[in-house]
């Protein structure tokens, strides 16, 4: 057990909440079959059916890598490319395995201030060229939230969609955050996926509360044909798969996915809001979920090292504090006072 301090650098740095440790320790009495076989998968699977309201395919995997990179290769040719923002996951965090599971479908990025896709965007790239000389669009990928902590809405969705489905193209969703995006806007989970156009959806479950564990959706099942022979070269088929999968009927089954997303995005508005217009601080990007973006000179962001706390420096030198299922309110209270204080010492020093 660590008895270090409550840390805001990552959501990743938390434990597994309660519901999925549950969920594991139940699933962990006798023997079941292997592979996917077992009780605890098929229930894991009936239940995203029931939350998404749709009979679609599902799939466990055990990071959101895999599942973003071996989704995007189940919709593309090699000759394939992806369109994507700037600051997709994808593109800056996955040390290109989207290419290469996908024996080499190129990512086309689209610039964007905030890190969001516009229709315009898609149609830009999508249109820019159509010679044989040039990867074929095939597929549009969202990050939602993105990785400024932003918030696609419905009808933002809706209109990305559009846009593919006018020019042929698919719409993947890259949800490792995804319940927090339904925290934030007070929707049923289909509204911003199938309902809106969205053709595959990796929920993220790591980042909410359990150890491991993503869910890859098909809302379209013609799309999952031989997923699962992909996920097995990929090394992505859990022999003991009712591990992967007991966690999430813990975390479905009585709505804790929905509860730890909102408990850490009320965190980060309360971070936000006891920082928000200090002299030299200031939110890089609107707070919509669970992270918090904060631009700040970087005698500040050295003061704040220098009293323990650790982030990660992100755009243009700002700092990044994220909140987990497990926030503290009172430790993020404390990270604010220091904000404060050491901005404030900086602000009289300079």
């Not at 799939?59 to 369109?83: M, R």
């Not at 050491?342 to 602000?347: I, L, R």
Request: net charge negative; charged share 20%; with cysteine.
């Amino acid at each position: 057990m660590t008895t270090e301090a409550q840390q805001f650098a990552s959501d990743n740095y938390a434990g597994i909440c309660p519901e999925a440790w549950a969920a594991m320790d139940a699933a962990n009495r006798g023997h079941a079959p292997a592979y996917g076989d077992d009780q605890w998968t098929h229930t894991a699977a009936d239940a995203f059916r029931t939350l998404f309201e749709i009979d679609c395919e599902v799939f466990f995997a055990f990071n959101g890598t895999a599942a973003n990179s071996l989704a995007l290769a189940a919709l593309c040719q090699s000759y394939h490319s992806v369109i994507c923002s700037a600051a997709a996951h994808v593109e800056t965090d996955e040390c290109g395995a989207p290419e290469f599971f996908s024996n080499g479908s190129k990512l086309l990025v689209a610039q964007s201030e905030d890190g969001k896709l516009t229709p315009e965007a898609v149609r830009a790239v999508a249109t820019s060229r159509s010679d044989i000389h040039f990867p074929k669009p095939r597929v549009v990928t969202i990050t939602q939230p993105t990785e400024t902590g932003q918030v696609y809405t419905v009808d933002e969705v809706k209109a990305l969609s559009a846009v593919c489905r006018e020019l042929g193209l698919k719409l993947h969703m890259d949800g490792a955050r995804f319940a927090h995006a339904c925290a934030t806007l007070g929707c049923d989970p289909a509204d911003i996926t199938w309902r809106a156009g969205v053709d595959v959806l990796c929920f993220g479950g790591t980042k909410n509360g359990m150890a491991v564990g993503e869910a890859v959706l098909f809302f379209d099942r013609a799309l999952a044909q031989d997923f699962d022979y992909r996920c097995k070269q990929a090394g992505q088929l859990a022999s003991k798969m009712r591990f992967l999968a007991a966690p999430w009927v813990g975390m479905l089954e009585n709505g804790a996915w929905l509860r730890n997303a909102a408990h850490a995005n009320a965190c980060a508005q309360q971070l936000a809001g006891q920082i928000r217009g200090l002299e030299g601080i200031e939110l890089m990007f609107p707070v919509e979920a669970n992270g918090v973006f904060v631009r700040a000179p970087e005698a500040v962001l050295e003061a704040l090292r220098a009293r323990g706390w650790r982030f990660y420096t992100f755009i243009g030198g700002g700092a990044r504090f994220m909140f987990a299922w497990d926030a503290d309110p009172a430790r993020v209270d404390q990270l604010a006072a220091d904000i404060r204080a050491v901005s404030g010492t900086t602000a009289m020093a300079a």
